[in-house]
């Protein structure tokens, strides 16, 4: 699969909002999330297209890619958040997809460092990060829920 960017789209937005991600992975369902906070330029939301232009997942820089009750105290990181389309999740999509957000940040906000923060039980996602070089910072109990997390951060 081959992947790109753009500034997320109402249209696009909306369709991720109607994901939906089967257990243990429900924390991630969108449903909680706002169209308002994803079309906020702000929260910096981009969607992922694969190579014919369909909406494979999206990604966010910033606070909005932080869960409460972690430690963010280092501002010189870029937080990075992502998700891909359910159905396509599991399927070995994962490096290719996050290695194309991280050329992206690196391109366009030119970082000193890049920090992504996962749910514990999430392997697939960790082996993905620390296949792309990152290496656990941290963990908290979030705030709303109990679940834990780790950060992982990466030299950019």
Known sequence: MQV??????????????????????SLYNPANGSLETMLDPANRYYSVLDD????????????????????YADETL????LGMRPDL????????????????AEREFAPAGLRVTVASFNRRALRVYEQAGFEE????????????????????
Do not use: K, N
């Not at 910072?137 to 950019?156: I, K, M, N, Y």
């Open 52 to 71: 014919v232009g369909d909406v494979v997942g999206f990604c966010c820089f910033g606070p909005d890619a932080r869960v409460p009750g972690g430690h």
């Open 137 to 156: 910072s941290g963990r908290f109990v979030a705030d709303d829920g109990g679940r834990e997390f780790f950060q992982l951060v990466r030299s950019a």
């Open 89 to 104: 999740t599991g399927q070995g999509h994962g490096p290719v997809f996050f290695q194309a957000i991280l050329h992206y």
């Open 4 to 25: 790109d960017l753009r500034p997320i789209t109402r249209g696009d937005a909306e369709a991720m909002l109607s994901w939906h991600y089967d257990e243990p992975y």
């Open 78 to 81: 870029l937080d990075v958040g």
